[in-house]
């Protein structure tokens, strides 16, 4: 199949930042079919790599954009993405969310190539921003609401990460043939790591005696990342012997170094910045637990958080502040655990649970990579994901999808 893939936010390995477009597309190059990715960047680029052709728009996008900068890099995008998608040769065309505007070329596109078209949804738009209070305008409402029920009824499949955006789907285009694909584990890619575990923290200058909890992500302002650090204080002002460290940049990197100064805390070592993927497979490992945070909103209690999976390779079990479908199931899995959102009792529950066992990284990490391997491994769902195309396209019948013992809610 030739093969349009449409998505603003795209990285290679060694760049920071969400990895599941260049993990499918390479694997859809290598089970033989013609790839080409439009996405965004900081200027434009045409790129062949394994098999994929990137071709990279001048679109500029950071996360700590605010709203109305985000808005017109979404805009600017669909723009763009439409003219330079219409003119690639396809016999299916995938888009992905976010934003909803990428549904726009995807469209275009399909209907100009006389394609099918795919839509893949990250997050429900406008749903969630209006339940954060991102979106207030009415006008603009109504035409995101629009746009979303255009996008389900043009698509032939739609993609969802996670069951509760599978049901916010259904609730805007009951006809719409979903698949729940969720974010993934790459299991392998973090094996190097997981096997030098001790001489990676000891190059890390990780004391054996510490409990590291390690964040790697997103500094927007959903994530809550100020939590993790008033945790840290927390733990600090009780003497326990614990380091955090939270790698990333957004709207809130400023917030979150005027928090670790309040609690007495080194910016420089609690906030290292950014590191691209594979530092990352490198060195999560060497933690004793990965941690996941978001803001008190129900909306987001569906998000496939990328971060989540990762951990899960690096068998490291979690740490969450939130709710969720995923504590729900790394619970259930005896991978992960959930705190008080109020850092000062959460800090007592850590150390309250360490000490009683409750709260076991070893045993933690055998679950969550038991998880990973059985659940959400990147070749799984890759299968899972490729059947969805090849329906779309005809290659496939419904009724061959293969059957795996994935339970995503």
């Known amino acids: 199949m030739r093969i349009v893939y449409i998505h603003q936010h795209f990285n290679f390995p060694w760049e920071p930042g969400w990895q599941r477009p260049w993990q499918f597309a390479r694997r859809l190059a290598r089970a033989g079919h ?8 900081r200027k434009a680029v045409s790129e062949h790599l394994e098999g994929v052709e990137v071709l990279r728009l001048a679109v500029p996008y950071e996360n700590a954009m605010v709203f109305q900068q985000r808005v017109r890099s979404f805009v600017f995008f669909m723009a763009r993405a439409s003219w330079f998608a219409a003119k690639v040769k396809a016999d299916v065309v995938f888009a992905s969310s976010t934003p909803l505007t990428t549904a726009v070329p995807g469209i275009i596109a399909s209907r100009v190539r ?8 990250r997050d429900l738009w406008p749903e969630a921003p209006v339940a954060l209070g991102f979106l207030r305008n009415r006008t603009a409402i109504r035409a995101a609401e629009a746009l979303e029920k255009i996008a389900y009824r043009s698509a032939k499949q739609v ?11 259904k609730r805007v285009w009951p006809q719409a043939q979903t698949t729940v694909v969720p974010n993934a584990s790459d299991v392998e890619n973090f094996a190097p790591g997981r096997a030098a575990r001790s001489a990676i923290r000891a190059e890390l200058g990780w004391a054996e005696e510490e409990t ?18 008033r945790l840290a204080g927390e733990l600090h002002h009780r003497g326990a ?14 917030k979150c170094r005027s928090v670790a100064r309040e609690y007495g805390l080194n910016p420089l070592e609690v906030l290292p910045g950014k590191i691209p993927r594979t530092e990352i497979e490198r060195m999560l ?8 945070t978001l803001v008190d909103n129900p909306a987001l209690e569906i998000n496939s958080l990328n971060k989540v999976f990762d951990a899960l390779a ?29 850092p000062a009792d ?46 779309a396209a005809g290659a496939r019948s419904p009724e061959d999808a293969p059957t795996t013992p994935t339970q995503v809610g």
């Not at 993609?159 to 789907?169: F, K, Y």
């Not at 590291?212 to 650090?229: E, K, M, N, Q």
């Open 241 to 254: 012997r614990f380091r955090v460290v939270a790698y990333g940049e957004g709207a809130d990197t400023k």
């Open 159 to 169: 993609i969802a990460l996670s069951p509760g955006m599978e049901a916010g789907i």
């Open 34 to 41: 013609e790839v080409t990715v439009i996405c965004g960047g």
């Open 314 to 342: 690096a068998g490291r079990p979690v740490l969450f502040n939130h709710a969720g479908w995923l504590p729900e199931v790394l619970d259930t899995g005896a991978a992960g655990w959930q705190l008080s959102r109020n």
């Open 285 to 292: 490992p060497a933690a004793d637990f990965a941690v996941s």
């Open 114 to 121: 006389r394609a099918p078209f795919v839509f893949e949804v």
């Open 212 to 229: 590291v909890l390690f964040y790697a992500g997103s500094f927007g302002v959903t994530y809550d990342v100020p939590w993790l650090i």
């Open 346 to 391: 959460a800090a007592d529950q850590l150390l309250e649970g360490i000490s009683s066992g409750r709260i076991d990284s070893s045993s933690g990490s055998r679950a969550a990579l038991e998880l990973a391997r059985r659940e959400f491994d990147r070749d799984l769902l890759f299968g899972r994901f490729l059947h969805v195309l090849e329906t």
